[in-house]
């Protein structure tokens, strides 16, 4: 079996923000597996009208791959269509492992995740100088365990740009975690909700008060949380840019104007 399986990031939700080659496999493909939950079926009807779908949403590991598995044997183009970027707790991983002990070749293509969508729906920079220089993808512990060194009081000591997923329906939790670390009370925070759909949420707030915003907003799951002070930075106004376009900053394309 020589066809080749292509793992796809959706993007965020916006069908318009797959990527071009991501849009060209779908257009290509004769099968698509599709995280149904989570993927907008309309991006599948866009791009992949004529393709057999199948929804993942109800599937095992074994009947993925197994639909995988028959569409290269039967020389057809196959697309795993996962939302965001596969490689952001995507399960892919898994997948190629059934893949590779099947000697079915693969590629992934990566897409845009739901954290980039959310800063840019809050037209943040999640980096800035002498604010915060580390953005730290994470989630909190529920059904799915993280290893011990990473719990998110043990992350919340660094005092980074945090982007958590998977967590805002154990909120009250989230804000405990990180009050044990680097953050106050009056750590800027916001929430956001199916970020780039056309039904998207915002709620701002601060640990003190996002859990009870969150919850009278009635959000329970497809959001995420960011924390830090960058998220302060537009009210309070910038403190610190960056050297790049700094007219006395000299670098490889431009000599630095010294005044």
Do not use: C, N
């Amino acid at each position: 079996m020589s066809s080749t399986v292509h793992f796809v990031g959706a993007g965020p939700g916006d069908a318009e923000l797959i990527t071009v080659k991501g849009a060209r496999l779908l257009r290509e493909a004769d099968v698509v597996v599709y995280a149904g939950s989570l993927v907008d079926r309309e991006l599948v009807r866009t791009y992949a009208p004529a393709a057999a779908v199948y929804d993942s949403a109800a599937m095992t590991l074994e009947e993925t791959t197994a639909a995988l598995t028959q569409a290269v044997a039967d020389g057809k183009r196959a697309v795993r269509l996962h939302t965001g970027d596969p490689s952001i707790y995507g399960a892919i991983q898994e997948q190629m492992a059934e893949l590779d002990r099947l000697g079915i070749a693969y590629a992934v293509v990566p897409g845009v995740t739901s954290a980039f969508a959310a800063a840019a729906t809050l037209k943040q920079e999640l980096t800035l100088p002498e604010v915060s220089q580390t953005v730290v993808i994470t989630r909190l512990a529920g059904r799915t365990p993280v290893p011990e060194r990473e719990k998110l009081s043990e992350i919340a000591r660094i005092g980074a740009t945090l982007v958590i997923y998977l967590s805002v329906s154990m909120i009250e939790r989230v804000v405990a975690e990180l009050l044990k670390g680097a953050y106050t009370p009056a750590t800027p925070a916001a929430v956001v909700a199916k970020a780039s759909w056309p039904d998207e949420e915002v709620v701002e707030g601060t640990l003190a008060d996002i859990a009870a915003k969150v919850k009278e907003a009635g959000i329970g799951k497809q959001a995420l949380i960011l924390v830090g002070d960058v998220l302060k930075a537009r009210r309070e106004g910038m403190k610190a840019k960056s050297l790049l376009y700094d007219r006395e900053f000299s670098h490889e394309f431009r000599k630095g104007i010294v005044t």
